[in-house]
């Protein structure tokens, strides 16, 4: 059976809806992650049993950053591919950047704190 050009563009919508869902899944998974390591990171001043887990996972910070930033751009080339540019949340990378600065902030502190105890 030949497929019609009905049928070729209906698949290959198709596949541009799933390339659309796992990349926003990607991200969305990225962005609750950031989202946990920050949320540690204001919770770690007064509670020192925290300390080593949160610099543990802090660790991760460029690694989740560098992750942001590809499945943001996934997401987008999708968007574009399915004329839905305009679902594209530009304020995302602004929140994630931020929330990182602040993580970024408090790991270099404790960090520094345990260095300068070590010494």
């Known amino acids: 059976m030949v497929e019609t050009k009905e049928e070729k563009m ?3 919508n198709r596949l541009l ?3 659309k869902v796992v990349a926003i899944i990607n991200r969305d998974s990225t962005v609750n992650r950031v989202r946990a390591l920050a949320n540690t990171a204001s919770c770690v001043e007064g509670h020192s049993d925290l300390i080593p887990i949160f610099l543990v996972a802090a660790g991760d910070l460029e690694s989740l950053w560098k992750d942001f930033m590809s499945h943001n751009q996934t997401v987008l080339v999708a968007l574009c ?5 305009s679902e594209f949340f530009t304020q995302l990378e602004t929140e994630i950047r931020a929330l990182y600065s602040s993580v970024k902030s408090v790991f270099e502190n404790y960090s520094r704190n345990i260095n300068l105890k070590k010494s």
Do not use: G, Y
């Open 10 to 12: 209906a698949r290959e």
């Open 17 to 19: 809806e799933r390339a």
């Open 81 to 85: 591919d399915l004329n839905l540019v």
